[in-house]
């Protein structure tokens, strides 16, 4: 990869980084990584604004950094189209949400991604499908002895967030390597994880609770299903932002292959998460519904009852759990 930073921002004077909506580790760690490279490395060439939908409790310590603002504010205030708009971890426009308008209306623009859904929609893009994390990526387009501890930092906790703590499929040599760089700045990397990985609160832990005790295994168990409706949310003083975890403890489920989790986020309007091991792509189950992600982590929003979202969703799977057996069928008469 021959393009770095400074390749991407030349010219620009007023420059707004972003990410999707609802923002998770990755999507925070790279665009806050980006926005201190800038500023620490190319202090009086630019002016650089980072926007969030929100950021979570267990990434608050990330608010801090620089000029970060929520995309309500950003709105509801008014915001200049910039020179230049780069767009992290985001597989389409319509994931920018309210932002979009900015986006569209930007000078030049310019997308670093990792998700296979991305159709390379900006002016420029580096979309590295192979990489397990947007931060990976970004990691790629730095100069290793410009990236300061802090930095280092960001990188690694949007890397542990999209890995599942360096565990899931798309963890490769080259993740592990640049994981290696990047603790060599001296990070801390068990309080990294424990405090925006691991740790819950205690009402995150009842809901979490709740969550498994109401869970139902079905397609030939499968597949488990769990969902919190906005009643139960209300009970316990909770939002969408507090239910992170979930899904991934239930794709942990012996005998499980696919989870699916979902929680009310308006009258008839569900966000869903997909979580699978190792056979079906629930980024293709996510795109079909209007959302991405990739091929064993993916999420989506859908109208309608909840019986409704999980028998569309359920049929979707059951698509390719049938296309599989037709695969082997053939296979095996073959042989």
């Excluded at 308006?266 to 990739?294: C, P, Q, T, W």
């Excluded at 698509?319 to 073959?334: D, H, L, N, S």
């Amino acid at each position: 990869m021959n393009k770095k930073i400074e390749d991407i921002i030349r010219g620009a004077k007023t420059i707004a980084i972003s990410g999707h909506k609802n923002p998770d580790g990755d999507c925070v760690g790279s665009c806050v990584a980006l926005a201190n490279y800038i500023w620490e490395n190319f202090p009086n060439s630019c002016e650089v604004s980072v926007y969030f939908d929100r950021i979570t409790s267990d990434l608050r310590y990330l608010k801090e950094d620089g000029n970060v603002i929520l995309w309500k504010d950003a709105m509801e205030r008014g915001v200049e189209a910039p020179d230049l708009f780069v767009i992290v971890d985001c597989s389409t426009v319509d994931r920018l949400g309210i932002l979009a308008p900015v986006f569209e209306g930007a000078k030049r623009t310019f997308c670093i991604d990792h998700h296979v859904s991305n159709d390379a929609f900006a002016d420029g893009n580096v979309i590295v499908p192979d990489a397990s994390s947007t931060c990976e990526v970004l990691y790629d387009l730095m100069d290793e002895e410009r990236i300061s501890q802090k930095i280092a930092e960001e990188l690694y906790l949007g890397i542990v967030h999209d890995t599942g703590v360096f565990k899931y499929a798309g963890t490769s040599e080259h993740t592990m390597q640049v994981a290696g760089r990047l603790m060599s700045k001296g990070i801390d990397t068990t309080r990294l994880i424990d405090e925006t990985f691991y740790e819950k609160t205690y009402i995150q832990n009842q809901i979490l609770g709740r969550a498994l005790l109401e869970s139902i295994l079905f397609m030939d168990k499968k597949c488990i299903f769990s969902a919190i409706r906005k009643a139960q949310m209300d009970f316990y003083g909770v939002t969408g932002a507090d239910l992170g975890g979930i899904v991934e403890q239930l794709r942990l489920t012996a005998g499980v292959e696919c989870a699916i989790f979902l929680y009310e986020i308006g009258e008839l309007e569900y966000k869903v998460s997909m979580r699978s091991k190792n056979l079906i792509d629930v980024s293709k189950v996510a795109k079909y519904f209007g959302g991405g992600g990739h091929i064993r982590a993916a999420g989506c929003e859908m109208k309608g009852t909840m019986h409704d979202v999980l028998n569309n969703i359920s049929a979707r799977i059951e698509m390719q759990f049938k296309e599989m057996a037709k695969r082997e069928k053939t296979v095996g008469t073959a042989e």
